[in-house]
């Protein structure tokens, strides 16, 4: 499986970041965890928009979600088949209210496991304030999405090899419905997993503040996200 950070923007695209947005492929199937903010953009570098296979998103707030629309234009102009896309039943509203034609197959979360071609996806619900889900692609990749620490995330990152968490703010001033990133490190220490790469990086904190604050606690090798970053998983 490799994996490909598209963007890892937190709440806005940065000087140097689209929103958040991760292109996972196996055996020429290829998936986005969500399509944030000016993702569309950078998406293009990585892959075929009208190639992809579907979209999964963890929830409806514009910097997962906001360039399925951009994406939509892209596959529409050159004919490719509705987009199948995963998502919190908020969003089947905003993309009917947007895309009067059918330019999507919208299916609905949670389906429990889903799977699109090689790729078997675990959903669990966790807590934003707003529906939202976590995402665990096979063994070996889990992504938190947005989330305060819960239970539904600890269970679901158990054992993975590469866990995709957000590192949204530090521990001494705390993020509501949000994991510091001294949360991610402590989830990463308790799920066993073997690589934490810290992403929803907003760009007005000191991301080497947030790389220490998360290492100190994760009993693993930590990176931050970056735009191109690529992991063979
Ligand atoms: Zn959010």
């Known amino acids: 499986m490799l994996l490909t950070v598209v963007g890892c923007a937190g709440s806005v695209p940065g000087p140097d970041s689209a929103g958040s947005c991760y292109l996972v492929e196996q055996d020429g199937h290829s998936v986005l965890l969500d399509l944030g903010t000016g993702a569309a ?7 075929d928009p009208a190639a992809l296979d579907a979209v999964l998103i963890s929830h409806a707030h514009a910097d ?3 360039d399925l629309s951009s994406v939509a234009y892209l596959r529409q102009r050159v004919g490719a088949a509705p987009l199948d896309v995963y998502g919190p039943a908020n969003l089947r ?4 209210w947007r895309h009067p034609a059918p330019q999507f197959a919208f299916h609905e979360l949670p389906s429990g496991p889903l799977r699109s071609g090689p790729l078997e996806v675990a959903v669990a619900p966790v807590e934003h304030g707003i529906e939202a889900y976590a995402f665990r692609v096979g063994d070996a990749l889990c992504y938190s999405g947005d989330t305060a620490p819960c239970e539904a995330l600890d269970k679901l990152a158990q054992g993975c090899e590469v866990l995709l968490a957000e590192g949204a703010g530090f ?3 705390g993020v509501p419905r949000h994991l510091t990133a001294g949360d991610a490190g402590r989830l990463a220490a308790r799920s066993g ?7 929803h990086l907003r760009s007005w904190l000191d991301h080497g503040r947030l790389l220490d604050e998360a290492a100190r606690y994760a ?3 930590v990176i931050l996200a970056q735009p ?5 998983i």
């Open 171 to 173: 521990d001494d001033t």
């Open 219 to 221: 009993g693993c090798p």
């Open 193 to 199: 997993a073997r690589l934490l790469v810290l992403t």
């Open 41 to 47: 953009g950078p998406l293009q570098r990585h892959c």
């Open 93 to 96: 509203d905003e993309l009917n």
């Open 228 to 232: 191109g970053l690529r992991l063979r």
């Open 64 to 66: 997962h979600c906001a």
